[in-house]
C-alpha cells in the first residue's frame, strides 16, 4: 500500500506495536477507573473533567462542549506539517443497569453502569491519544481526538453524535472518521470485524395507543376491546414485514411492550404498546413509518377504535467505505496480526456512529472482547464484563488506522 511504499509502514508498525505495550496497562487502569465511576447519557459531566484532566496530563489540547458540560475534542497536530485530517472517535456514556459483575472496580453509581462497553472505548482513545503523542514528530497532518456523550440517548437530533458533529471546527475539517466498538457475543479477543458495506443497522423506536370502549368482561359486544385491536396490529405487522418487505433485505419490527387493563373480568378502554424497527437497506426508511401507521389506522378503524402512532428515529445505518475499510484491514493486520480481521455477518444493533458518515466517509470497527475461559455476557447485560486483553490492541488499531490514513493518498474512495 501506499505507505509501505514510502518505507514508512514497517517503522511505524513496529513503533505503534511498542507504544501499546508500552501503553497497555494505563488503559485498563483508564478502563477500570471510568467502569467504577459511570455517568448516563447528557450526563457525563465528570468523565468529561477526567477526559479532559488525562488529555492535560498528555499534553494534548483540547475544547469541551461547554454548552452540554459534556463531550471532548483533542487534537493532536503533527510536527512535520500540515497533511491531511482524521478523527478518531469514543463514546463515553453508560446504561441505567444495576451491576451484578462482583468486579472490585463494579459502579460505583446505583442504577448505572458501563453495560455497554463505552468505558472501554474512552480507555481505548485515550490510550491511542498517549501513542499517537509519542510519535508526533514523526507526524503530517492531524488527528482529531473525538469523546462522545450520548450514544445510547439516539434521536436525529440529540444523539451525542448530532450534536458533537456542529460543535467545534473539527468535523468539518476531517476527512475520514474511525470508531470502535467492543463485542462480547461471540466475537473472540484478538480478532475484529472492519469490513466494508452495511455493518450495523439503522433504528427508529415507536409508541402505539388504543383507544376503544369499556365494558363488563361477560359482555364484550357492548365494548370495544383494544386487546383484541392490539393483538391484530402486533400479527399485522409481523405480516407487514415478511409480505411487503423483500426477503433478502433484512428488516424487524419487535414489538417489547404491551399494557392494558387490571382486571380479569374488564374490556379495558385502552392499550398501549411500544416497539423498534431495524434495517440496513435505506430505501425501507422511507415506507417504514407509513406502512406501520396504515396498519394502526386501518385495523383501528376496522374495529372501530382509534389509534395513534409516535415514531421516533433514532440512528441511521452504518456503512463502512470500501476503501478505508482495506486501511483500517491493514491497520489491524500491523497491530493484531494478518489473520486479527475477520468478516462477520452485519448486526442489527444501531448505531449513532452513522451520523458521522452522512457527509464523512469512515469505517467502523466491532473489536472481540470474549473470554476463552469462562462465560461471557453480552452487551447490556448487568454482569457484562469484557477481556481486557483487548483494550490495549483496540488502543494500538486506533493510533494505527491515524497513521496509515495520513500517509495514504486518495484513502476514501467508494468504487
Not at 431495524?278 to 401507521?293: H, S, V
Not at 468478516?343 to 448505531?351: A, D, H, L, T
Request: net charge negative; with cysteine.
Amino acid at each position: 500500500d501506499a505507505q509501505e511504499s514510502r518505507g514508512l509502514g514497517d517503522v511505524y508498525k513496529r513503533q505503534v506495536k511498542e507504544l501499546v505495550q508500552k501503553h497497555g496497562e494505563y488503559v485498563v487502569e483508564m478502563r477500570r477507573y471510568f467502569h467504577e465511576n459511570p455517568e448516563l447519557s447528557w450526563e457525563e459531566f465528570e468523565t468529561t473533567k477526567k477526559i479532559a484532566e488525562e488529555l492535560d496530563k498528555i499534553g494534548i489540547p483540547y475544547e469541551v462542549n461547554e454548552e452540554r458540560k459534556s463531550g471532548v475534542v483533542g487534537v493532536i497536530e503533527g510536527k512535520k506539517g500540515a497533511g491531511r485530517t482524521v478523527a478518531l472517535r469514543a463514546d463515553i456514556d453508560a446504561l441505567p443497569v444495576q451491576e451484578d459483575t462482583g468486579l472490585p472496580f463494579a459502579s460505583k453509581n446505583e442504577g448505572v453502569m458501563h453495560a455497554c462497553g463505552h468505558d472501554c472505548h474512552t480507555a481505548m482513545l485515550l490510550g491511542a491519544a498517549k501513542i499517537l503523542k509519542d510519535m508526533e514528530d514523526e507526524i503530517e497532518g492531524k488527528i482529531y481526538l473525538v469523546f462522545q456523550p450520548s450514544e445510547e440517548a439516539g434521536g436525529l437530533e440529540n444523539s451525542g453524535a448530532a450534536v458533537m458533529k456542529k460543535f467545534g471546527n473539527w468535523y468539518s475539517e476531517t476527512e475520514a472518521i474511525y470508531g470502535s466498538h467492543i463485542i462480547t457475543s461471540g466475537l473472540p479477543t484478538g480478532v475484529i470485524s472492519v469490513q466494508p458495506g452495511e455493518r450495523m443497522a439503522a433504528a427508529a423506536g415507536f409508541d402505539i395507543e388504543i383507544v376503544g370502549k369499556g365494558a363488563h368482561g361477560s359482555s364484550p359486544h357492548m365494548g370495544i376491546d383494544p386487546i383484541v385491536v392490539a393483538a391484530q396490529i402486533i400479527i399485522s405487522l409481523q405480516l407487514l414485514v415478511t409480505r411487503k418487505y423483500s426477503s433478502t433485505d433484512p428488516f424487524v419490527i419487535n414489538i417489547g411492550s404491551v399494557n392494558s387493563g387490571k382486571a380479569f373480568n374488564v374490556v379495558p378502554e385502552t392499550a398501549t404498546m411500544s416497539g423498534t424497527v431495524r434495517y440496513l437497506n435505506p430505501e425501507i426508511r422511507k415506507t417504514a413509518e407509513d406502512d406501520i401507521r396504515n396498519v394502526v389506522d386501518n385495523i383501528c378503524a376496522l374495529y372501530g377504535a382509534k389509534g395513534t402512532l409516535d415514531y421516533r428515529e433514532q440512528v441511521l445505518a452504518t456503512y463502512n467505505d470500501k476503501a478505508l475499510s482495506e486501511i483500517a484491514k491493514g491497520s489491524v493486520g500491523k497491530v493484531m496480526g494478518e489473520r486479527a480481521a475477520i468478516e462477520i455477518p452485519k448486526v442489527m444493533g444501531g448505531e449513532d456512529f452513522s451520523f458521522y458518515l452522512e457527509e464523512k466517509p469512515g469505517v467502523f470497527g466491532l473489536l472481540g472482547g470474549d473470554h476463552m475461559d469462562r462465560e461471557n455476557y453480552p452487551n447490556h447485560s448487568p454482569k457484562f464484563n469484557p477481556n481486557e486483553q483487548a483494550l490495549p490492541l483496540g488502543a494500538g488499531v486506533y493510533a494505527q488506522f491515524a497513521i496509515c490514513l495520513l500517509y495514504t493518498s486518495d484513502a476514501a474512495d467508494d468504487s
